[in-house]
């Protein structure tokens, strides 16, 4: 029983959240519980093939089975998912629940996760494991966007959800400012395993907000298999590069 996500379930009843749908912000019926209109269901680029063999981001052809960045860098990570192409109208969204302080948009997004998720042909899950921040990120931002999206995401799933199984041992430049192999030079090496015994033969989910070239969820899937993993997958509410 995950009371927390209990307690926010009984608030929403005594105080229904506003009939605003999160991508485009027009009032009307709802799709609960992503909190989102019959339009944008419709219309959102969510992904679909042909799409990278392993990221999981859209390629430009039917005959590549991987795209060039995984043609490129061998993965520590087995496979990569995502709900949506990183468009405009997702970036929108995804701007608001990250940097301007609406957490609450947690809950839509992290059950709208869950429930594409719950339809990709992987191996059974042990635990879902958030892609953490540096502590200073942390205090100035106030929640971990991965992190609410992961526990939203294993109360649906029914999974445990290691929030402190990885930590950022460094700070590192914003990612979204650098070119593909100063993402991964920036990266690297920037995570690390708190307690190896939490994750040990354990089959993961990575979670994110964003796969962008990927560099970040390698890192943190390095370290996890590096403290012992059996397999890391990894799952994001979008993906690609914002055209
Ligand atoms: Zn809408
Ligand atoms: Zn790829």
Same mark, same amino acid.
């Given at each position: 029983?995950?009371?927390?996500?209990?307690? @926010?379930?009984?608030?929403?009843?005594?105080? *229904?959240?506003?009939?605003?749908?999160?991508?485009?912000?027009?009032?009307?019926?709802?799709?609960?519980?992503?909190?989102?209109?019959?339009?944008?269901?419709?219309?959102?680029?969510?992904?679909?093939? *042909?799409?990278?063999? %392993?990221?999981?981001?859209?390629?430009?052809?039917?005959?590549?089975?991987?795209?060039?960045?995984?043609?490129?860098?061998?993965?520590?990570?087995?496979?990569?998912?995502?709900?949506? @192409?990183?468009?405009?109208?997702?970036?929108? /969204?995804?701007?608001?629940?990250?940097?301007?302080?609406?957490?609450?948009?947690?809950?839509?997004?992290? $059950?709208?996760?869950?429930?594409?998720?719950?339809?990709?042909?992987? *191996?059974?899950?042990?635990?879902?494991?958030?892609?953490?921040?540096?502590?200073?990120?942390?205090?100035?931002?106030?929640?971990?966007?991965?992190?609410?999206?992961?526990?939203?995401?294993?109360? @649906?799933?029914? $999974? *445990?959800?290691?929030?402190?199984?990885?930590?950022?041992?460094?700070?590192?430049?914003?990612?979204? /400012?650098?070119?593909?192999?100063?993402?991964?030079?920036?990266?690297?090496?920037?995570?690390?395993?708190?307690?190896?015994?939490? %994750?040990?033969?354990?089959?993961?989910?990575? %979670?994110?907000? %964003?796969? /962008?070239?990927?560099?970040?969820?390698?890192?943190?899937?390095?370290?996890?298999?590096?403290?012992?993993?059996?397999?890391?997958?990894?799952?994001?509410?979008?993906?690609?590069? $914002?055209?």
């Amino acid at each position: 029983m995950n009371w927390r996500t209990l307690i @926010e379930d009984v608030c929403d009843i005594i105080y *229904p959240p506003a009939n605003t749908c999160i991508f485009c912000n027009q009032q009307g019926e709802l799709i609960v519980p992503y909190s989102m209109c019959e339009h944008c269901w419709d219309t959102l680029p969510f992904t679909k093939p *042909p799409l990278c063999d %392993i990221c999981g981001k859209p390629i430009d052809s039917d005959k590549l089975r991987i795209c060039h960045d995984c043609a490129e860098y061998s993965r520590s990570f087995v496979k990569a998912g995502a709900v949506l @192409e990183y468009m405009p109208s997702v970036h929108e /969204t995804i701007y608001r629940y990250k940097y301007k302080g609406h957490s609450e948009l947690a809950k839509p997004l992290g $059950l709208l996760m869950a429930h594409v998720v719950s339809r990709v042909a992987w *191996p059974d899950m042990d635990v879902l494991v958030p892609v953490p921040l540096y502590y200073e990120r942390l205090r100035q931002r106030g929640y971990n966007q991965s992190a609410l999206l992961a526990r939203y995401m294993g109360y @649906e799933l029914n $999974l *445990p959800v290691l929030d402190k199984a990885l930590y950022r041992c460094r700070d590192t430049k914003a990612q979204a /400012t650098l070119g593909r192999a100063e993402r991964r030079a920036n990266i690297a090496g920037a995570f690390d395993v708190k307690d190896a015994k939490d %994750i040990k033969g354990k089959t993961i989910m990575l %979670i994110d907000d %964003i796969l /962008t070239t990927g560099a970040t969820a390698d890192a943190c899937a390095q370290a996890l298999l590096v403290g012992g993993a059996n397999a890391v997958y990894v799952f994001t509410l979008a993906t690609g590069v $914002l055209k």
